[in-house]
C-alpha cells in the first residue's frame, strides 16, 4: 500500500528564516506527486506537481524538489502569510486514481 | 475558469438521518474524486468517478456512495450518520484522473449530532 510520511509535523519560524519540509514517500510506481497548501477550514490549495526524480519546480518563495524516494519543500525567506498546512500526496502508477496523502506539516511564521 | 464549487458549505445533521452533498468539477474536467478529512485521519481517498462510473473505491463502510451525471457534477451519499462522519468532505476535480492535478473544492463541513 502506498505510504507518505510529512516531517516534521509542526515547524515554528522566524520570518525571514528558511526551511524546509521533507515528504517520504513509498509506493509501487510514482504516477505523480503533489503539494498543497490548506488554511484552516478550506480546501487544500495546489501548489506544485512533479513527476520524475530530479524536477524542481519554483512559485515565489516556495521550491519543491523530487528524488526518488522524497520530495523536499523549500521556504525560502517566510512571511506571515505562509502560515498554513502543507500537504503532500502520492498517485501511484496504477489503475486506482487516487491521491494518498501525508499527514501534513503546520508551519507557523511569526512577524 | 470558475474553480470546484460544492454545495452546502455546512451542514448540521442528527444520528441516522441520510445527507447528499453536490459537487461541480471545473469545466472540461470528467474525473470527480471525494475525501474525508478529520484531525485524527487526515485526508482519505474515498471514490472516484470518471464519465459516470466509480473507478475506484476507498475503505468506508457501503453507507458512503456517490455517484456522476452526464456533466460531470457528482454528489455523494451518507445514509444512516453516525457521530464519527463529522468532517470535512472535499471533492477535487482533474482532466481524466491519470497524474494530472486535482483541484480541490472549498468543502462541505458536516456537522452529526
Known amino acids: 500500500e502506498d505510504q507518505v510520511t510529512q516531517s516534521p509535523e509542526a515547524l515554528r519560524l522566524q520570518e525571514g528564516e528558511s526551511s524546509s519540509l521533507n515528504c517520504s514517500y513509498t509506493v509501487s510506481g510514482l504516477r505523480g506527486l503533489f503539494w498543497y497548501r490548506q488554511d484552516p477550514g478550506k480546501g487544500p490549495e495546489f501548489l506544485f506537481t512533479?513527476?520524475?526524480a530530479g524536477e524542481e519546480k519554483e512559485k515565489e518563495r516556495l521550491k519543491a524538489t523530487l528524488t526518488k524516494k522524497e520530495s523536499f519543500l523549500h521556504i525560502t525567506a517566510p512571511k506571515p502569510e505562509d502560515s498554513a498546512t502543507y500537504l503532500c500526496?502520492?498517485?501511484?502508477?496504477?489503475?486506482?486514481?487516487?491521491?494518498?496523502f501525508g499527514a501534513g506539516t503546520t508551519v507557523t511564521v511569526r512577524a | 475558469k470558475a474553480g470546484v464549487t460544492q454545495t452546502p458549505r455546512y451542514l448540521i445533521k442528527t444520528r441516522g438521518q441520510q445527507v447528499t452533498l453536490s459537487c461541480s468539477p471545473i469545466?472540461?474536467?470528467?474525473?470527480v474524486s471525494w475525501y474525508q478529512q478529520t484531525p485524527g485521519q487526515g485526508l482519505q481517498f474515498l471514490f472516484e468517478y470518471f464519465s459516470e462510473t466509480q473507478r475506484n473505491k476507498g475503505n468506508f463502510p457501503g453507507r458512503f456512495s456517490g455517484r456522476q451525471f452526464s456533466n460531470s457534477r457528482s454528489e455523494m451519499n451518507v445514509s444512516t450518520l453516525e457521530l464519527g462522519d463529522s468532517a470535512l468532505y472535499l471533492c477535487?476535480?482533474?482532466?481524466?484522473?491519470?497524474?494530472?492535478?486535482?483541484?480541490f473544492g472549498p468543502g462541505t463541513r458536516l456537522l452529526v449530532l
Open positions: 512533479l513527476y520524475s
Open positions: 477535487a476535480s482533474s482532466l481524466e484522473g491519470t497524474g494530472e492535478t486535482q483541484y
Open positions: 469545466s472540461g474536467h470528467r474525473s
Open positions: 500526496a502520492v498517485q501511484a502508477d496504477s489503475n486506482d486514481y487516487k491521491l494518498s
